[in-house]
């Protein structure tokens, strides 16, 4: 029988554990660590526990399948066999129990992260940018408030157009939204940014 590993629940705790560092809350991480860690233990411990039992299931395997091919050297032999099967059916009841155990506690571990994991979301501090002292906020990106009407021609890429009027193909997706520079029109009449004059969050408009 193939033992159950406890990759998940170890996955899950170290997912867990990177929240709490990302959220800047040392003391509940390692609070939340030493649970998770005591949970973890036990699994393991349950583990071991698994493997000597699927150990001993083997050797018995072994031993009953010797004795079965030696039956006819007597009455004892028999009981021996009857007392290996009825040792053999106890081992697999305890194997079983044990499997469920395991699988509960991975359960009980993986429930108790999640829940760690949505309470620090939800009590997590707002960016380090946006709390007194943090890093000065950007300023404004300038928009011009003029614009050119270009017909697009045969052979031309908003990057020809954007270099014809002096600005960046960005400035000209940002005054045209839905517009898609892999595949333009000839013919097509999009709006190009005038950037002598420029705005701060203003559209920009058709001259």
């Known amino acids: 029988m193939k033992p159950i590993t406890v990759k998940t629940a170890i996955a899950a705790a170290a997912a867990a554990f990177a929240l709490c560092a990302a959220a800047n809350d040392r003391a509940a991480a390692a609070r939340n660590a030493y649970k998770l860690e005591a949970a973890l233990q036990e699994t393991r411990q349950l583990a071991e526990q698994f493997d000597v039992l699927s150990r001993n299931q083997e050797i018995l395997d072994t031993r009953l399948a010797n004795l079965?091919?030696?039956?006819?050297?007597?009455?004892s032999l028999q009981v021996q066999i009857d007392e290996l099967r009825s040792a053999q059916e106890s081992l697999r009841e305890a194997i079983s129990a044990l499997a469920r155990a395991q699988q509960a506690q991975r359960r009980e571990i993986v429930e108790e992260i999640t829940r760690k994991v949505e309470a620090l979301y939800r009590s997590a501090p707002p960016p380090a940018a946006a709390r007194s002292g943090g890093a000065p906020a950007r300023p404004a990106r300038q928009v011009p408030t003029k614009a050119w009407a270009h017909v697009v021609v045969k052979g031309q890429t908003l990057g020809l157009i954007a270099r014809e009027y002096g600005c960046t193909v960005q400035d000209i997706?940002?005054?045209?939204?839905?517009?898609?520079?892999?595949h333009l029109r000839i013919g097509q009449t999009i709006d190009v940014p005038d950037m002598s004059s420029v705005d701060t969050g203003t559209k920009p408009k058709k001259r």
């Open 68 to 75: 079965e091919k030696a039956s006819g050297a007597g009455a």
């Open 173 to 182: 997706l940002d005054a045209n939204p839905g517009l898609d520079p892999k």
